[in-house]
């Protein structure tokens, strides 16, 4: 079976703070690792990842893929209050037809 | 998100009723989905298809089925609708949108069964 797992669930930490969320899969067929933040609403693409080592940048959110140790950490560097969300991480695996599997989700809740 | 719409955006329902939602996409994406989001658990499949009368089930499958007679269009069925399935819904496709190539995703439905 196919599972994504994010660490931790929950984050709370102070704005201007810079935090570090986890994802680690066990999967057949890998093809691509996905980044969403969700707010009330539908998830809301950040990164897709695909080959190890590569980091990817966008403004102050930065995410890197190790498809060695089957994982990939997503860095926010000096939070705010805007950050607040659920960030998921999702992998596309490849078995006949294309599927994308999800993390539970890492809660981030920025108090300023 | 441009291109998926999904329909209704609310709904409440009794058990034991059935139930359709509609996700209805203009950009002729091959593959589409159905999630169901609940606290704690991410997004979780609950079918998907990979073209006309090509669908196939995802890892919470029971209680659901869908259809897709149309490319354009992704049905899910509650047969008969239970508490459990009280959730939010999200439909999503792969694909170019615009200038986005990769999943793009509906609304989400909100559905409550009392």
């Known amino acids: 079976e196919d599972k994504v797992v994010q660490s931790p669930l929950s984050l709370v930490v102070h704005e201007g703070d810079t935090v570090t969320l986890n994802c680690s899969y066990e999967?057949?067929?890998?093809?691509?690792l996905l980044w969403y933040k969700q707010e009330k609403k539908a998830p809301t693409f950040l990164f897709m990842l695909?080959?190890?080592?590569i980091e990817k940048k966008s403004g102050r959110l930065s995410s890197i893929l190790d498809k060695k140790e089957l994982s990939s950490i997503l860095n926010i560097t000096a939070t705010q209050t805007g950050d607040s969300a659920i960030y998921l991480c999702?992998?596309?695996?490849?078995?006949?037809?294309?599927?994308?599997?999800f993390g539970q989700g890492t809660r981030l809740t920025i108090n300023p | 998100d441009a291109g998926i719409t999904q329909s209704p955006r609310h709904k409440v329902t009794e058990t034991g009723t059935p139930v359709t939602l509609r996700c209805h996409q203009t950009e002729n994406h091959r593959y589409m989905y159905w999630y169901r989001q609940d606290p704690g658990h991410g997004l979780r499949l609950i079918h998907y298809s990979y073209g006309v009368k090509d669908t196939d089930k995802g890892e919470v499958s029971d209680g659901y089925s869908v259809s897709r007679s149309k490319t354009e269009d992704f049905l899910l069925t509650l047969e008969s609708a239970t508490s459990s399935q009280t959730s939010v819904y999200f439909c999503a496709a792969w694909g170019v949108t615009g200038f986005f190539y990769g999943y793009t995703f509906g609304s989400g439905t909100r559905l409550t069964v009392v």
């Open positions: 695909t080959s190890s080592g």
């Open positions: 999967v057949t067929n890998f093809r691509s």
């Open positions: 999702a992998v596309i695996v490849i078995q006949g037809a294309q599927k994308l599997v």
